[in-house]
């Protein structure tokens, strides 16, 4: 009892900390090109904005919908604070998903740490907080991992039903999701496949793959049909494998790279991955 409540302090005590640390940054009314094309398009009509992801866009309507949502419920005056608020809680839902669902699989220890992990990290200084779809798709693909190796050790009806359900999410929140979705459920065939669990899970675990991607077939079509001056730039580039590792070493922005703040938290987090690998 004592251990449980030790846990409930230690994991509402660092969702309380990192709400209000990060919250202190919500008073950003800076907003780049791409940020302030998210609000615009959240700001349409639903039917100028289903127009527009069909003519004119090339990204899965997600995002947009639930930054719309989250504008509607603040002032208009405060739309710009209330884009910002729409990544930052979805960081904080992360961080719950991570002191609930994933202490299930792994304990106590590893969740918290996990969660700490997440809130020392220098690119959460980005994606907490930028208006784009990255934290959204970043929140669903580890909720989708989660669920994958779930259904591994432990096969429940229900964990396959997760898993479906995450997975048509984060295709419809980024295309790139379903590069790393590939990746996710290529590695849970292989491991069905080196465990001979197929013959017991195989059936619900394609059936899954089957309907997650089933459902996201439809919109695959809208960025090969959209015209060259979109669809050109929606494919995989040289380039973009060249420059992907560089997301993770620091975030697009150099004045973020170059703040005391972005150089703390890159030591702290790396003197802390390296205790807890050494299992200190």
């Not at 969702?15 to 349409?44: H, P, Q, R």
């Not at 309507?61 to 604070?81: D, G, H």
């Not at 009806?157 to 980024?174: E, I």
Request: net charge positive; aromatic share 18%; charged share 15%.
């Amino acid at each position: 009892m004592t251990f449980k409540l030790n846990f409930r302090f230690l994991g509402g005590s660092l969702v309380l900390i990192a709400t209000v640390l990060y919250g202190f940054l919500l008073n950003n009314l800076n907003l780049w090109s791409d940020e302030l094309y998210s609000v615009l398009m959240a700001k349409d009509s639903w039917g100028e904005m289903w127009e527009l992801l069909l003519t004119e866009d090339s990204k899965p309507p997600l995002y947009y919908a639930y930054l719309k949502v989250i504008l509607v419920l603040f002032p208009k005056e405060y739309e710009i604070w209330a884009a910002h608020f729409a990544s930052l809680l979805l960081f904080i839902g992360a961080l719950v998903f991570v002191l609930t669902e994933v202490r299930k699989d792994y304990g106590d220890r590893l969740s918290l740490v996990m969660a700490a992990t997440f809130v020392l990290m220098p690119c959460s200084l980005w994606l907490a907080f930028e208006v784009r779809t990255y934290m959204l798709s970043a929140f669903l693909l580890f909720v989708a991992l989660i669920y994958g190796i779930r259904i591994l050790d432990k096969p429940k009806n229900s964990d396959f039903v997760k898993l479906a359900f995450t997975t048509v999410l984060a295709l419809y929140s980024h295309y790139y999701s379903l590069v790393w979705l590939f990746c996710l459920y290529t590695g849970i065939l292989c491991c069905l496949l080196r465990e001979k669990k197929l013959q017991k899970s195989g059936k619900k675990f394609f059936l899954t793959a089957g309907v997650a991607f089933g459902l996201f077939i439809p919109w695959l079509i809208v960025p090969l049909t959209t015209g060259g001056d979109i669809s050109k730039f929606w494919y995989v580039t040289k380039e973009f494998v060249k420059l992907s590792p560089m997301f993770f070493l620091n975030p697009f922005e150099p004045e973020i790279l170059q703040s005391v703040f972005y150089m703390a938290t890159y030591f702290v987090t790396t003197a802390f991955s390296f205790v807890v690998l050494c299992g200190v």
